[in-house]
């Protein structure tokens, strides 16, 4: 299927969002230092990969990229408290540089000044966006709170009551069901496997977020299943890649589940091929009835002959084959791109981790429909 013509908008405004997320998770004094490889030393200006770098080159690469989405989507002058327009990127940039050269007792001002300065962006960005186009809008929304998930969380924040940056939050009920719902309004911008498997991997982060043994010490786990989402969403990797050969003979589970959902489906096809067979028989070799020759003579007038009617068919037979392979294949995806931990005290985690993603792994493509 071709990508739609805004596609490359849609996919800046999904990473607009991924990176607002992720400057503000940079900057935060306390925030989130994901794991990362390091050079044996730096002598003679050896050339690092990403994940090689220091944590001061990731934020002011992430800073980077933000100013340079932001101006390609045009949310990068506002305006501020009826002052001239300014390039609130660049402004960002500038604060964080303060906060990175301010001393302790001056750090919690610069924090919020330049916390102030990314809500702002974001406020705007969403206005424009809203105006601009809804899929835009929802991809900028999907991007930042995908990030945030691991950009904003402080393991440990209280959460009874939540706060703003506690897991319960981030991935409570309420979040989830709305990512996977902008994931369903833009499934035509991926591959047809990644929104319902992005929405059963949300599900199973619900569910060890929920758990408070489960959710110990998962950051880094974290850390990976957003590399992961982001790898799917970003850079277009074909999620049935990740699929380990033999993977549907293991989880024989999932084709299994596919048939059970469509039995209706597959017992209508049944009987229609039944009565087709019949039809393309009588047509064949023809009757002496007087009424069957009527019937013959009229379906002929129609346009529908055994070549038509085995046409009509076939397509039908390849739809219900596709489908039952999009739906088998949806759980082994999720279970192929889920980087959760194991579940602590189970007998098998990893079975665990794989039920929990069947069972709420959902169809995106009602939820595409909701405004």
């Known amino acids: ?109 610069a924090w919020q000044a330049l916390a102030l300065g990314i809500f702002q962006l974001d406020s705007h960005t969403q206005d424009f966006l809203s105006a601009q186009s809804g899929t835009q809008s929802a991809a900028y929304q999907l991007g930042r709170g995908l990030a945030e998930v691991y950009w904003a969380l402080d393991p440990s924040a209280r959460c009874d009551p939540p706060a703003a940056d506690c897991w319960v939050f981030l991935l409570g009920p309420q979040r989830c069901n709305e990512l996977a719902r902008l994931a369903g309004r833009l499934s035509g911008y991926f591959n047809p496997y990644c929104c319902p498997a992005l929405a059963g991997t949300l599900r199973l982060w619900q569910s060890v977020a929920g758990d408070p043994q489960w959710r110990a010490g998962a950051q880094d786990c974290l850390y990976q299943q957003l590399r992961r989402w982001y790898e799917l969403l970003i850079l277009g990797q074909d999620p049935s890649t990740l699929i380990k050969p033999y993977a549907v003979f293991q989880n024989w589970h999932a084709p299994f589940r596919a048939l059970r959902a469509l039995w209706m489906q597959l017992v209508t096809a049944a009987v229609s091929l039944a009565l087709v067979i019949a039809l393309i028989t009588l047509i064949v070799s023809g009757s002496g009835n007087a009424f069957l020759k009527a019937l013959f003579g009229v379906l002929g007038v129609a346009g529908l002959s055994a070549a038509t009617v085995q046409a009509g068919l076939k397509n039908t037979a390849q739809g219900l084959l596709t489908r039952l392979r999009q739906d088998a294949y949806t759980d082994l995806v999720a279970v192929a791109i889920a980087e959760a931990p194991d579940k602590p005290g189970a007998r098998s985690p990893s079975s665990v981790m794989t039920e929990e993603i069947r069972k709420r792994t959902l169809t995106t493509t009602a939820d595409a429909a909701v405004p």
Do not use: C, F
């Open 1 to 109: 299927m071709a990508a739609p013509e805004d596609s490359a908008e849609v996919l800046s405004a999904l990473r607009l969002g991924w990176y607002v997320a992720e400057v503000r998770g940079r900057n935060r004094p306390g925030g989130p230092v994901p794991p990362a490889e390091s050079l044996p030393d730096r002598y003679g200006h050896v050339l690092p990969l990403r994940m090689e770098r220091t944590p001061e080159e990731l934020r002011i690469e992430a800073q980077v990229v933000l100013h340079k989405l932001a101006g390609d989507l045009g949310v990068d002058t506002i305006t501020v408290d009826g002052q001239p327009r300014r390039d609130q990127a660049d402004y960002i940039d500038q604060q964080a540089k303060a906060l990175a050269e301010a001393d302790p007792s001056a750090a919690p001002d």
